[in-house]
């Protein structure tokens, strides 16, 4: 595993414009810095149409910011699922199969990137592996992808939804959908259970958070 | 099982062509962005079948088929619903559909818009509130391929009354269900045609 400590670093000028509490309303969306997100959408060479996952609900600012790319957007809004609440009650195996039933592309999808936000905090151990084994497939060896982590439980995550405004800039809105019981992992434990990636970039955010950038490890590619 | 072997019985649907008259200030509620001379198809008017619109066409009732285009600009207004694809130069969704959707220019969807399929469009606006679930296809213009014709161009206005066509009465000045309409009723006009069956 990278030495993802040496990556890690505050973001100084974060607090000023992110207090970290939802907005009550849609109208209320704040935005938030991110110095990771910049390098992630890149077109793919040779002028390839780019292929996106994004987990959770489309927004108007991600639509628009994407429309400047030959792109195609998944929008896979699992919070939305009643079963993502309850999903710790299941059997891995039907962890399993849920996973496989929702990441569902057209055949031949190979996603360039993965804009997961807050969504691997809210599964268990054995739902995470879950997830990455039924994600495996549609990944190709130079995906790459984006989320938060939280280590610990003390690390208040807020029930809410992300959208992109520009190449340095979240919007950070209020999700209607009931908040799942949240899973902290720490680098460790999320980098033997997202076996699909390696960290490349992680920043300790002044909330606690842990903004982190992945690449498709190479390993889970080869045959 | 049992709906498809009762349709089987039916006489074999006629075909016939159906009008919608232009949109009338005075009749039905008015749509939001209609040029004038768009096709109506009212609250209350409920379709099977397929709809191929040469003008504007404003949809406020229900249809359900395998496709809905125009050549211009087709609206679902917030009483719409389609259950079917949608095609047209420009696509605007207050209201509901279920179906993939291709705007040759543009898609929209509206704060009041509710869509779920697949979009496909140079250019995709969503609106705050807008709900939609599926995938979005986007080609920004100066990267896009000339457009292919929006909609392909009927040689005759037909409609074929679906026999298991099921129909509402017809608002004024919006489109009345092929089958429900007697030959009087019936005009030759080449803005809208219905085709289902």
Redesign the interface.
């Known amino acids: 595993m990278p030495e993802l400590k040496h990556a890690l670093s505050t973001v100084p000028s974060a607090s000023a414009t992110y207090d970290g509490v939802a907005p009550k309303s849609v109208d209320e969306s704040k935005k938030q810095p991110s110095k990771l997100f910049s390098s992630l959408i890149a077109p793919p060479a040779g002028g390839r149409r780019m292929t996106l996952l994004e987990v959770g609900a489309a927004l108007p600012e991600t639509v628009d910011y994407l429309s400047r790319y030959k792109c195609r957007i998944h929008f896979l809004d699992l919070y939305s699922e009643p079963m993502l609440q309850q999903l710790h009650e299941f059997s891995p195996k039907q962890k399993a199969e849920w996973f496989r039933e929702v990441l569902v592309f057209p055949a031949g999808t190979k996603l360039d990137v993965c804009l997961f936000w807050d969504f691997l905090c809210y599964l268990d151990d054995k739902a995470l592996r879950a997830f990455n084994d039924a994600l495996r497939p549609w990944l190709h060896q130079d995906t790459r992808s984006h989320g938060f982590g939280v280590r610990h439980l003390a690390i208040k995550l807020n029930n809410q939804r992300y959208g992109i405004i520009d190449d340095t800039t979240l919007s950070v809105r209020p999700c209607q959908a009931l908040q799942p019981k949240t899973w902290p992992h720490t680098q460790v434990e999320m980098h033997d259970m997202m076996s699909c990636f390696d960290f490349e970039q992680g920043l300790l955010l002044p909330d606690g958070k842990l903004e982190m950038l992945l690449r498709a490890r190479p390993e889970a590619f080869r045959n | 099982m049992f709906e498809r072997n009762r349709n089987k019985q039916q006489k074999s649907p006629q075909r016939e062509e159906a009008r919608v008259a232009p949109q009338s200030p005075s009749l039905g509620s008015p749509p939001p962005v209609a040029s004038q001379g768009a096709a109506v198809i009212g609250p209350g008017v409920e379709i099977s079948g397929d709809v191929n619109a040469t003008a504007d066409l404003v949809i406020n009732g229900k249809i359900k088929g395998s496709i809905v285009q125009g050549s211009h600009t087709v609206e679902i207004g917030e009483q719409g619903q389609v259950i079917a694809r949608v095609r047209a130069k420009l696509v605007k969704v207050s209201g509901e559909v279920r179906g993939d959707i291709i705007g040759d220019e543009k898609v929209m969807i509206t704060r009041t818009g509710r869509a779920l399929g697949n979009i496909a469009a140079p250019?995709?606006?969503?609106?705050?509130?807008?709900l939609?679930?599926?995938?979005?296809?986007?080609?920004?213009v100066e990267?896009a391929k000339p457009a292919a014709p929006a909609v392909e161009k009927p040689a005759a206005a037909t409609a074929k009354a679906p026999a298991s066509a099921s129909t509402r009465e017809a608002t004024p000045g919006a489109a009345a269900p092929a089958s429900t309409l007697n030959k009087d009723q019936v005009r030759k006009e080449p803005s809208l045609t219905l085709k289902s069956g």
Do not use: H, N
């Not at chain 2, 250019?123 to 807008?130: F, H, I, M, P, W």
């Not at chain 2, 939609?132 to 986007?138: P, R, V």
């Open positions: 250019r995709v606006q969503l609106d705050d509130g807008a939609f679930k599926g995938s979005i296809d986007m080609t920004p990267t």
